[in-house]
């Protein structure tokens, strides 16, 4: 009789095991998991993994690794419970020391490869790759100026807030602006980032390198502000952890077929492909619904769509029809191979 060497078991997706070492809340609704891994787990600064959640591996959320390679004692996830969250709930409420969490190799651009002087604009959980980043370049490059705006609600939702303050106090090269929405401590600055705020505080913005970690609508703003005040878009980086919205039509109506078995389903207009295909129970495999991790990679016989992200594909694979379905969103009829 085979048993299987684990309760829990890897996926193709996701084929590193590692094992709880302790929870630490962060904030009152935030929370690090610190893993031992005991293999070799090569990530860069800013880098995602996807992680299986719950132990029957049908289900993958994406989350930052917000530790530091060569700097961290263990890798560690930073994670907000969100009410109705499938992954943020198993990670932060049912998770404790001792259980095992399987995770995918390393993936992700929002990773810094130049020696400009940076600044790096935060709000919320997106402060997690930028807390990775910040390490590596403080321990690594002496002279690379970083400058870090951190906006949250209150300061009661500022996450790694110790670590911020060592970390400013240890490092001159290192300039941070906390912002708080609410209720601001001495030091902070009451409000939200604003283009007139970066003008004022970063004269040199258009010589910088820009990247960009937060809610959608907050790095559109900040992309927008960092290109009016002279940053190339080569220069602006941003991280991308939600499907771009798209206009859908419930009038017009428009034919997906599927064939292998052959069938036929009416979806809206403007309907991402993922969304269609999880409706009508086609199989997908979808984790971070963004664009990134490339899970959901589809092939496209022949239709009428556009797509928002080809991160992951090559350049032959877009060729023979494949895109990501979490960012494709459906103009006309299509036929799936």
Known sequence: MNFPLFPDQPTALCQNRMQVYSVTQETPDVRTLSLINHDVYPYRPG??????IGQSGD????????????KSRFIQLTVRSIEGGEGSQWLTQQIKAGDYLWLSDAQGEFTCDTEQPLLLLAAGCGVTPVMSITRDILAHHPAQSVKVFYSVRRPQDIIFAEEWQQLAAKYSQLNLTILAEHDAAPGHIAGRLSKDLLHSQVPDISERRVMICGPAPYMQL????AKALGTTSENIIKEQFQAAETEISADQQLTLTC???????????????LAAMEQHHLPVTAACRAGVCGSCKTRILSGDYQTSSRMTLTDEEVAQGYVLACSCQLQGDVTLA
């Not at 880098?47 to 299986?52: H, M, P, R, T």
């Not at 959320?61 to 390679?69: F, I, N, Q």
């Not at 064939?259 to 492909?273: D, E, I, M």
């Open 47 to 52: 880098q995602f993994a996807l992680v299986n």
């Open 259 to 273: 064939l292998k078995p052959l069938q036929n389903y009416r979806v809206p207009v403007g309907s991402a492909l």
């Open 222 to 225: 900040a992309g927008e502000w």
């Open 59 to 70: 289900i993958q959320r994406a989350y930052t690794l917000s530790s530091t390679p060569g």
